[in-house]
């Protein structure tokens, strides 16, 4: 069956940084753009980053920009995101998401910045 697995979500000073993942399974993810979104408390979903099917076409929220980086391996079938310069307002739930004539959420990981 479709599996999404985020993982790597973590308690972190301001200022740390973190890498998440994304194993996925039970699809072709090649075929798939990836996306990465965070949902904090009382707050809407919103989307983060998005990556290509070939690595290309990437797309930052201005929010992040700078100091996350998305990046996949096709041949792990896992899509990643490097988090910088954390800040307390990056605290959130991440998940990743795979678009093509599907979509597939993953179940998230917790991503808390605090001092």
């Known amino acids: 069956q479709v599996q999404l697995v985020e993982s790597g979500g973590d308690l972190v000073h301001p200022g740390g940084s973190l890498s998440l993942s994304c194993a996925a399974s039970?699809?072709?993810?090649?075929?798939?753009?990836m996306h990465w979104y965070r949902q904090a408390p009382a707050k809407a979903r919103e989307l983060v980053a998005s990556?290509?099917?070939?690595?290309?076409?990437?797309f930052y929220a201005d929010s992040v920009k700078g100091r996350f980086t998305i990046f996949r391996d096709n041949a792990k079938n896992t899509v990643y995101l490097q988090m910088n310069s954390l800040k307390p307002e990056d605290t959130a739930v991440y998940y990743c998401?795979?678009?093509?004539?599907?979509?597939?959420w993953g179940q998230g990981t917790q991503v808390t910045v605090s001092a």
């Open positions: 998401k795979a678009v093509y004539t599907d979509e597939y």
């Open positions: 039970g699809f072709t993810f090649s075929s798939y753009a």
């Open positions: 990556i290509g099917t070939t690595g290309g076409g990437r």
